[in-house]
């Protein structure tokens, strides 16, 4: 069964720096998502995607977050200027379509220092 | 937004025995999942079941959208079924809004 892969599966940063995480969502499938979830908390909706530019995003998705698809598989989510409170488990999902079951890779665990 | 209420939070069970998780929503969705996060952090996708009633195995769902509510059987419950529930929903915005999870576990 095809499945949403993210890489790294865990990642170590300096607070300050950029990171960028990465996905390779389902190959036909066309709405792509970003959500988060701090140790121990429920999981939140960042970001979706869809042709190309964001559909819908969280108070959370603010000028420290941006999403890119830079070629035909892969979506990434960049975070500038990393903070502690930044440290969380980043799952990326994808649907084939609005309203669709959403399908989520195993995360990036991001570790801020 | 939509308001999203797991009960119970925490759930011991014995190995064998049965169980209902509740999922209730405060608006009507076009889209309810199930979900089991492992100890590992994995969501593992259970049922995508905006209505009607659905089963897999030792697991079934039963989602009542007109009342707003959504039920998740476990029978016969094994200690691999350990982890937490989460129940999410969305309500015509196309992003999921996740409760905060029932805890399940199950002891030898």
């Known amino acids: 069964e095809p499945e949403v892969t993210q890489t790294p599966s865990h990642q170590v940063t300096q607070m300050g720096q950029e990171v960028i995480l990465r996905c390779v969502p389902i190959?036909?499938?066309?709405?792509f998502y970003w959500y988060r979830q701090i140790l121990g908390q429920k999981v939140e909706f960042l970001v979706s995607?869809?042709?190309?530019?964001?559909?819908?995003k969280s108070e959370i998705f603010d000028d420290q977050f941006s999403v890119e698809r830079p070629d035909g598989s892969n979506f990434t989510l960049k975070i500038r200027s990393t903070k502690l409170e930044d440290s969380a488990m980043y799952f990326c999902?994808?649907?084939?379509?609005?309203?669709?079951?959403?399908?989520f890779g195993d995360g990036t665990r991001l570790s801020i220092l | 937004g939509i308001q999203v209420e797991q009960s119970p939070p925490d759930l011991i069970l014995q190995e064998g025995a049965n169980s209902t998780l509740r999922c209730n929503f405060s608006?009507?969705?076009?889209?309810l999942q199930w979900f089991h996060q492992n100890p590992w952090g994995q969501l593992i996708n259970l049922f995508y079941?905006?209505?009607g009633t659905k089963q897999n195995g030792r697991l079934s769902a039963t989602t009542v959208a007109t009342e707003r509510y959504s039920l998740l059987y476990i029978s016969s419950s094994q200690t691999t079924d350990s982890g937490v529930y989460f129940c999410?929903?969305?309500?015509?915005?196309?992003?999921?809004?996740f409760g905060t999870g029932t805890r399940l576990t199950v002891i030898p």
């Open positions: 190959s036909n499938h066309l709405y």
């Open positions: 999410a929903v969305d309500a015509g915005a196309n992003n999921l809004f």
């Open positions: 079941i905006p209505s």
């Open positions: 999902a994808s649907s084939e379509n609005a309203g669709q079951p959403q399908h």
């Open positions: 995607f869809y042709n190309n530019e964001i559909s819908e």
């Open positions: 608006d009507s969705v076009n889209n």
